[in-house]
């Protein structure tokens, strides 16, 4: 940060800030001595403002108590700008901060589920997956976090993976689902039609990836498509069309599809690419917390590898 942004906002902020209140304060002040309120009512300021014929502005000065309300709200302003940050760069005299609060809070519920989760200490996801208790924890872990995206029954939906498929595309073993879990994943595929050539070349490519996994589909189309699929994506999805999980480019010789596999899906997944992400979770959930929803991935799945 510059000086210029690191003094001149702050100071603005802290001006405007005590301003403000002193205003309020002078507001309050002024108005509950106002001269008008003494006088009969011919003679009041005429604010254009008559009720019922003899309702005025300025009538009643407003209640003592009304007025010392008013003062205790500011008093208590300037007292929360002394022990809280507000006041420009200065923190407050109490070192009060949103993010100490919820580490502290976050700590303190740490320790508090430690014990439950002790039994699980040492244990790999492999086995927490043959236990009942954890798998719990793991299912209440995913409808928490992984359920707005992959579904309470982690069977997905368009363009967020079905985990009980056994078909990955970052991979099944209890090792990959960690990595993907904790740090997130990014699948790219780039659009492709301009590679590929004409409208016709992509529709070709299209029948071409339908027989892979035994669709049914126009023969013609899809050997004049081989050729377009072996010079433009199998450097991705390899040869035979089987995927890859370290670039998480989908097995394409199966029936089951992230974003469609009919014509018009897999032309647009051609022409305009795709990107699915991931998010990390390594910063929300403890590694455990993450053993135990690898475990649950597991047990949805059918196991590793499979
Ligand atoms: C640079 C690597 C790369 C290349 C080249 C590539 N793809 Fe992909 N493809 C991917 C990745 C990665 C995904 C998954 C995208 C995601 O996760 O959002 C994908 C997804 C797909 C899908 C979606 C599958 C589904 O389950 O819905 C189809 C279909 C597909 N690619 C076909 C092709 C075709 C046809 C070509 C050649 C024209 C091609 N890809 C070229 C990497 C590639
Ligand atoms: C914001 C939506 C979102 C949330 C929340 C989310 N995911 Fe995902 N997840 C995705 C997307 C999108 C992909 C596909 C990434 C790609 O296209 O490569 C994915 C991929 C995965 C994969 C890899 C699947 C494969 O075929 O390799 C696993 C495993 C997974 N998520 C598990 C989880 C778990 C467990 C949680 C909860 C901790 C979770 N996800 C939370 C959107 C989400």
Redesign the pocket.
């Known amino acids: 940060m510059s000086d210029f942004t690191h003094f001149f906002w702050p100071a603005v902020i802290t001006v405007v800030s005590l301003a403000g209140i002193a205003a309020c304060a002078w507001l309050a002040w002024r108005h509950g001595r106002n001269p008008a309120y003494a006088q009969p009512a011919e003679a009041k300021p005429d604010t254009g403002h008559v009720w019922d014929g003899d309702l005025y502005e300025l009538n009643n000065p407003p209640p003592r108590w009304w007025l010392w309300m008013f003062y205790l709200t500011v008093v208590f302003s300037l007292g929360y700008l002394i022990f809280y940050p507000g006041l420009g760069n200065f923190a407050g005299v109490l070192g009060w901060t949103q993010s100490g609060q919820y580490q502290a809070e976050r700590e303190a519920l740490d320790a508090r589920v430690a014990p439950l989760y002790a039994r699980f200490d040492g244990k790999t996801p492999e086995a927490l997956a043959q236990d009942s208790e954890a798998l719990a924890i793991g299912t209440s872990l995913f409808l928490n976090t992984c359920a707005q995206c992959h579904g309470s029954d982690a069977r997905g939906a368009r363009?967020y993976?079905n985990l009980t498929a056994g078909a990955w595309?970052h991979g099944g073993t209890a090792d990959a689902l960690r990595t993907t879990i904790a740090e997130g994943?990014?699948?790219?595929?780039?659009p492709?039609?301009a590679?590929?050539g004409t409208a016709s070349d992509?529709r070709n490519?299209?029948a071409?990836?339908q027989s892979l996994s035994g669709m049914r589909t126009d023969s013609v189309a899809a050997a004049r498509g081989k050729i377009?699929?072996m010079n433009?994506?199998?450097?991705?999805?390899g040869a035979e069309g089987k995927g890859?999980p370290l670039?998480?480019?989908?097995n394409?010789t199966d029936s089951?599809?992230?974003?469609?596999?009919s014509q018009a899906?897999?032309i647009e997944?051609?022409t305009r690419?795709?990107?699915?992400?991931m998010p990390a979770h390594a910063g929300r959930l403890t590694p455990q917390q993450i053993d135990l929803l690898v475990a649950y991935v597991l047990k949805v799945s059918g196991g590793p590898g499979r």
Not at 232 to 237: E, F, L, P, S, V
């Open positions: 363009g993976p595309l994943r990014h699948g790219v595929m780039p492709m039609a590679a590929v992509v490519v299209a071409y990836v377009g699929f433009n994506c199998a450097g991705c999805h890859n670039l998480g480019a989908p394409l089951v599809w992230l974003y469609g596999g899906d897999i997944t051609i690419g795709r990107e699915g992400v």
